[in-house]
């Protein structure tokens, strides 16, 4: 049963009550990422999510971490381009344990340890970096939204990192952390009322004006480049924007990535790995963000083996330019869509994360009953209207890292 209202502060509450399970996720989401941040305190979003768990005015970070696991639950958050989200996984007879400790640690930190969690941020940032599969997606955000707030690092940079001040996140706190501009969502078992009156009385004392700003989509223009680094490959992407989180054209945009390099049957899985073995690793990756999105390829290949892995990919972009899907590859990526969207709600958590993300993109919950039909629904000929739209050399975005000196990839 799903339910959504507002509590007496405007804070929005979006539930999913499922009595055959025996556990509950509760989330509380913030409208704030790091695109609501400038270069000088970029990384501050992502500081601020570590900084909630590590005390408040009652609880120590080790009390905070027992509070829940010692009744056998689990707490965590995540920061992104758009929103940050701490959550709680609790057995259905401790909800209300779940729900006061999330309170707790929304409204009272104390922000205690700045220069600890910087130290840990900075380890964080530099494990990014060390890793190339990682820092190379980071490098394309950075030239595909070149200039805008999309393109910063999550983590942010050590060099605003180490110029943030605890005066800075609580500003940052104080403006974004407000009513209007939190959501609350819960999946899994719990008595309707009780859980009510539960987030009443321990979120009530969240107060402030401000909150929720819109962004200007970012200005994309083509880019190559190549960043030198001595490791064993070179990691590529090949990307292009993509569609928003609300547009029509969300499902055709997955349908598109599943059949170019999604799965294991996928075009480029088939041709790069199975056909003529150049790679361990090649897929696609996608992203929708409110008024902007990304779709890439990714792959991981030897210098003398990436030009024909570059090629091959061009050549099925292209290829999905032209000609429509079969009927039998199209239906066995729906059902794999489909398939994946239900195995996601098997869990509270992907149960919570789907309403969250469900009623932030689009401002309702769409069911899965209407979802499995707006699936169904997606045809060869709006892949193929969409392939046209996205694989277009204006667009598209090449950035490479590792042995790469010499290496000028030709486009579509």
């Known amino acids: 049963m799903l339910r959504r209202y507002e509590l007496a502060n405007k804070i929005q509450v979006?539930?999913?009550?499922?009595?055959?399970?025996k556990s509950a996720t509760?989330?509380?989401w913030a409208r704030v990422g790091?695109?609501?941040e400038t270069p000088d305190i970029n990384g501050v979003s992502h500081l601020l999510e570590h900084l909630f768990f590590k005390g408040t005015k009652t609880r120590t970070a080790r009390q905070i971490m027992e509070a829940l696991e010692g009744m056998g639950g689990s707490a965590n958050a995540f920061t992104s381009r758009e929103y940050t989200c701490l959550y709680a996984r609790i057995l259905d007879a401790h909800v209300d344990v779940a729900v006061e400790l999330l309170a707790d640690v929304l409204l009272n930190s104390t922000f205690c340890d700045l220069a600890k969690e910087k130290a840990v941020v900075a380890e964080e940032i530099q494990s990014y970096i060390d890793s190339p599969e990682e820092h190379v997606l980071d490098l394309l955000s950075s030239t595909i939204w070149r200039g805008h707030p999309l393109g910063f690092p999550i983590t942010g940079s050590k060099r605003a990192l180490s110029r943030l001040t605890v005066e800075t996140v609580k500003d940052y706190y104080r403006r974004w952390y407000v009513p209007s501009n939190v959501l609350i969502a819960v999946a899994g078992n719990f008595e309707n009322e009780a859980l009510r009156k539960l987030l009443e009385?321990?979120?009530c004392l969240l107060d402030g004006?401000?909150?929720r700003h819109a962004y200007d989509p970012p200005r994309i223009r083509a880019a190559n480049k190549m960043h030198q680094r001595q490791i064993g490959q070179v990691h590529l992407t090949i990307a292009t924007p993509g569609v928003t989180a609300s547009d029509p054209k969300r499902y055709a945009f997955n349908l598109l990535a599943n059949i170019l390099g999604g799965s294991s049957v996928s075009r480029l899985y088939q041709r790069v790995r199975e056909d003529e073995g150049l790679a361990y690793q090649v897929n696609t990756f996608l992203s929708s963000f409110e008024n902007t999105g990304l779709m890439g390829v990714y792959a991981a290949i030897s210098p003398k083996r990436t030009q024909r892995v570059?090629?091959?990919?061009?050549?099925?972009?292209?290829?999905?330019?032209k000609k429509d899907v079969p009927a039998d590859e199209?239906?066995?990526a729906k059902e794999q869509l489909k398939g994946n969207v239900v195995l996601s709600l098997e869990s509270t958590s992907g149960r919570m994360m789907r309403l969250a993300r469900s009623v932030l993109s689009l401002g309702h919950i769409e069911s899965l009953k209407t979802i499995m039909k707006k699936i169904d629904a997606v045809s060869a000929?709006?892949?193929k209207e969409l392939a046209r739209e996205l694989f277009r050399n204006d667009t598209l975005t090449v950035v490479g890292l590792g042995p790469v000196d010499g290496l000028e990839l030709m486009k579509l």
């Open 381 to 383: 000929e709006e892949i």
């Open 34 to 36: 790091s695109v609501n």
């Open 209 to 211: 004006t401000g909150g």
């Open 310 to 321: 570059a090629d091959i990919i061009f050549e099925e972009m292209a290829l999905m330019k």
């Open 26 to 28: 509760i989330g509380v």
């Open 14 to 21: 979006v539930t999913e009550r499922i009595p055959h399970f």
């Open 330 to 332: 199209l239906h066995s």
């Open 201 to 203: 009385k321990h979120f």
